[in-house]
């Protein structure tokens, strides 16, 4: 039996960084959007034991490091089941793009198997397996715009945002997460340093860290309020227009990703890409979790559809696409 399940990716709208955390992780405030560009993910099962990994993209990794092994190897030992399971993936979205590929394609085989089982893991089991496995896989466990905290595993859902045209570039380089929050340690360390002397760097890091998290929650609240204070209680259909008045306020609230910040110095061309986006009618713009992939929020989509043409012909890889709401991802999922 094969089961196939669409694997779509995320956007992040704004992403700060705080200390640290004892397990080595750093504390995480976000907004993750998914959106309606996928890959696919088959799932098969057959006779005998074992995972096996099938992917035509030879950067993505086919062994037990793959996110998808991992997943299935601990959905099979939570419904103490022994069988051959093979997954394949069907890569369109950018490796290392920061647009949570590997992380989603891990949650659409979780469901797959599921499926093509004919067994369920509870919600909270689901969920506990994949912040195991990884931090932004329990956002594919809920779609739509999802707060994120923790260490990004913290899911909660959030109102649902007008559907918003969206344009993805994908410049042709792969941004290592670990790296870039190694970046990130290391040009706050030099703030601090600048500013306190090496005595004071772990006090005030930890301080300011606090402080820049607490100031986009800030900015946040004010977005989202603003963004549906206008609206009548339960007039959704009003919501549904007010996609630039949301996109100007998003804009207003200067809700930023602090990766930019470590990453367009180390990768140039990032910065370029989100020029060509702003200078393509984008009304919002921002990098994709650590990168390496930009997108630009658009008005209309005639506006996107544009933008999506103009692009190529400067030399970005791009994909046309738009958000989706929670009942949207989960109605789409099986493909």
Known sequence: MSVSVRSFAKINLGL???????DGFHELLTVYQTIAAHDVIRVSLSRGRGIEIRCADPKVPQDESNTCYRIVDKALRAMRVRIRVIVEIDKKLPVEGGVGGASSNAVAALLGLERALRKNLSAAERLRIAAEVGSDLPLFLMGGTVLGIGRGQQVYPLEELPA?????????????????????????????????????????????ASDRMNELGQRLSAW???????????????????????????????IENDFEQVVFPEYPELKEAKRAL??????????????SALYGLFATREQARLAAK??????????????????????????
Request: glycine residues 12%.
């Open 224 to 254: 989202l309020g603003e963004t549906y204070s206008g609206a009548p209680q339960g007039n959704r259909r009003f919501r549904r227009g007010r996609a630039e008045n949301l996109l100007l306020a998003l804009v207003r609230a200067g």
């Open 278 to 291: 702003e200078q393509a009618g984008a009304k919002y713009v921002s990098l994709s979790g650590s990168g």
């Open 164 to 208: 918003i045209p969206c344009v993805v570039v994908t410049p042709a380089v792969g941004v290592s997460t670990p790296k870039a929050f190694a970046a990130w340690d290391r040009f706050r360390g030099e703030k601090a340093r600048a500013k306190s002397g090496p005595s004071a760097v772990a006090t005030l890091t930890a301080f300011t």
């Open 310 to 335: 103009r692009l190529p012909r400067q030399g970005w890889a791009t994909m046309e696409t738009v958000t989706l709401t929670r009942r949207e991802y989960w109605n789409g999922i099986m493909a």
């Open 16 to 22: 700060h960084i705080g200390s640290r955390r004892e």
